[in-house]
């Protein structure tokens, strides 16, 4: 089974930028072929999509995040990162990543005000 581990979390003020990172804990064959995604879990909400790439290389994003966020991938570093900009506190969340049908175990992104 392979983990997948996040890092890159912390707290920043408003408008600051943070990315995040999750590294798989082995090589994956055939990654740059599969979906990996970002979610996130505000305090007492339920966990919502952020950020989705394709195995083609397409993005799409929530609305909440568009213009702001970015996620990408490296292939030779079987890692996906999500560069987040222009944080504001509504941010606030644990983020997740999401694939190969596994969840990381979550990294704390907190936005002061």
């Known amino acids: 089974q392979v983990q997948l581990v996040e890092s890159g979390g912390g707290v920043v003020q408003a408008g600051g930028s943070l990315r995040l990172s999750c590294a798989a804990s082995r090589s994956i064959f055939s990654f740059n072929a599969m979906a990996w995604a970002w979610y996130r879990q505000a305090p007492g909400k339920q966990r919502e999509l952020v950020a989705r790439?394709?195995?083609?290389?397409?993005?799409n994003y929530a609305d909440s995040v568009k213009g702001r966020f970015t996620i990408s991938r490296d292939n030779a570093k079987n890692t996906v990162y999500l560069q987040m900009n222009s944080l504001k506190p509504e941010d606030t969340a644990v983020y997740y990543c999401?694939?190969?049908?596994?969840w990381g175990q979550g990294t704390q992104v907190t936005v002061s005000s």
């Open positions: 999401y694939g190969v049908g596994n």
């Open positions: 790439i394709s195995p083609g290389g397409s993005t």
